[in-house]
């Protein structure tokens, strides 16, 4: 398997392109603000053809290039039903006062191919399976990926800004919410092999054995001390 990820734009969000192998179709998960250029690099390097783009969730920093992104390659981006208005109206979805200063320069709407993601779905492109799991608290329609171990690669978990290396998403932004957030976690995250390799939105890559020994936030969900009404607010750095 072929993973080639980035970090593109003002807030850093990775950009990941998955194919099987060079010379093959490939798939681009979350082409954020200024990420085209960066996805034709890829592509161009590995000798790729896109078949479609997968959103983990509608906030700007993963979606701002999706139109340029599928219209360039005439391709369909999948989102989850409740984040899709924010592809058309991204400053509903962080609040005004982060979103404004960047929208001049940013295309907003929806590619000319959109498909809805469902909860405990699989989604067939370029050869590869993703299995989706609706994962709710950074935003109501976020979701994550896993791909199956195959070989001697071990399964992969593109996370969005569910789980972070050391830390978890943000709950402090439009449909944010703490306690939902905590329950993906325990839903979707703990039931995985330490082996897993865990993609996220931001910063580098980790595992779920390291995140499950290290991780504060995890580890809380894993030993059932999540009741409280704490929690982080999230690393203003990201959305």
């Not at 109206?89 to 993601?117: A, C, F, N, Q």
């Not at 039931?191 to 980790?206: A, F, I, Q, R, Y």
Request: net charge negative; charged share 20%; proline share 8%.
């Amino acid at each position: 398997m072929l993973i080639a990820g980035f970090p593109a734009g003002a807030w850093g969000t990775n950009c990941y392109v998955i194919a099987p192998a060079a010379g093959e179709e490939c798939v681009i998960v979350d082409p954020g603000h200024q990420a085209a250029q960066g996805v034709e690099d890829v592509l161009a390097k590995h000798r790729l053809k896109p078949v479609a783009v997968l959103l983990t969730h509608g906030h700007i920093d993963h979606v701002a290039s999706v139109v340029p992104v599928c219209g360039a390659h005439d391709v369909p981006a999948w989102i989850h039903p409740e984040d899709r208005y924010m592809m058309s109206d991204p400053g509903k979805g962080i609040g005004r006062s982060i979103g404004m200063p960047l929208m001049g320069e940013l295309t907003v709407g929806e590619p000319d191919d959109v498909h809805e993601l469902a909860d405990g779905s699989q989604v067939d492109l370029a050869g590869l399976s993703f299995s989706v799991d609706h994962a709710p608290g950074h935003t109501k329609g976020s979701v994550t990926f896993r791909l199956p171990q195959a070989g001697d690669v071990p399964q992969v978990l593109l996370s969005g800004d569910l789980l972070f290396a050391g830390s978890i998403g943000r709950t402090d932004l439009p449909g944010g919410d703490l306690g939902e957030l905590y329950a993906s976690l325990a839903r979707v995250c703990l039931p995985l092999d330490d082996s897993t390799v865990v993609l996220p939105g931001h910063n580098e890559h980790t595992t779920i054995g390291r995140e499950r020994a290290a991780n504060p936030y995890l580890r809380q969900v894993a030993q059932g001390l999540t009741g409280g009404t704490g929690g982080p607010a999230g690393d203003r750095r990201r959305l």
